[in-house]
């Protein structure tokens, strides 16, 4: 079993839409969780961070973090073409090495 | 203003060959690390340096060698290139060990080997 679960998608919807990003861990001590946004041909871009459980906004962004589950979510309110891209969820894997997840391919349609 | 940059961006070579990829960051950051991103878009931590000080070396092939000349350099050599080799190679830095987890990357180096 991957440390990191990802679904690679890919995922499509319509602008306007509300988007649901998910990953699944199995590691328990995990602490920080990241999520970066990935445009085709471009590197990883740090959209959220978050510390322990909880939900973090940032304008349309929500990161929501559920320990008890091992499960992080990234969503995406009023959902715009310039949100295509990949998102990559990363979680600390001591060390100081970050852990990242497949990615899922996300494509909103106008 | 590009704040971490790599060269060459496209590396098309022949298997056996060395060759090398640079990056630099202007971000005043202490520590640098490289990535392989594979087909499945699987990111895994290769190498990082703190202040031209190795940190990780993980499981990577010994044809790999990174070299950091100062804190805002950190290249990558690679020798004797194979047919797993290709993939796209990225730099990232953060601003130091204890703020490691948020990094800032590169566009990546898109290599492959024929």
């Known amino acids: 079993q991957k440390e990191v679960e990802q679904d690679p998608g890919p995922l499509s919807v319509p602008e306007g839409a509300i988007v649901s990003l998910n990953c699944t861990y199995s590691?328990?001590?995990?602490?920080?969780f990241m999520w970066y946004r990935q445009y085709s041909r471009k590197g990883p871009e740090l959209l959220m961070y978050?510390?322990?459980?909880g939900n973090k906004e940032d304008g349309r962004f929500t990161a929501q973090v559920d320990k008890s589950s091992k499960y992080i979510s990234l969503f995406i309110r009023d959902s715009q073409p310039s949100d295509s891209a990949t998102y990559l969820c990363?979680?600390?894997?001591?060390?100081?090495?970050?852990?990242f997840g497949q990615g899922t391919r996300l494509t909103i349609n106008p | 203003d590009t704040a971490v940059s790599q060269t060459p961006k496209y590396l098309v070579t022949q298997m056996g060959n060395d060759k090398s990829i640079k990056c630099e960051q202007n971000?005043?950051?202490?520590?640098m690390y490289w990535y392989k991103q594979d087909s499945k878009k699987f990111l895994k931590i290769m190498f990082s340096?703190?202040?031209?000080?190795?940190?990780i070396n993980e499981t990577v092939p010994n044809r790999f060698s990174p070299k950091s000349p100062d804190k805002a350099h950190l290249n990558l050599h690679i020798n004797s290139l194979e047919l797993g080799d290709s993939a796209v190679y990225f730099c990232?830095?953060?601003?130091?060990?204890?703020?490691?987890?948020?990094?800032?990357f590169g566009a990546g180096t898109r290599l492959s080997v024929l």
């Open positions: 990232a830095s953060s601003q130091d060990l204890d703020r490691w987890t948020i990094q800032y």
């Open positions: 590691n328990s001590a995990f602490q920080y």
């Open positions: 978050t510390y322990s459980s």
């Open positions: 990363a979680m600390d894997q001591g060390a100081q090495k970050l852990v």
């Open positions: 971000l005043g950051h202490d520590t």
């Open positions: 340096y703190n202040n031209k000080e190795l940190i």
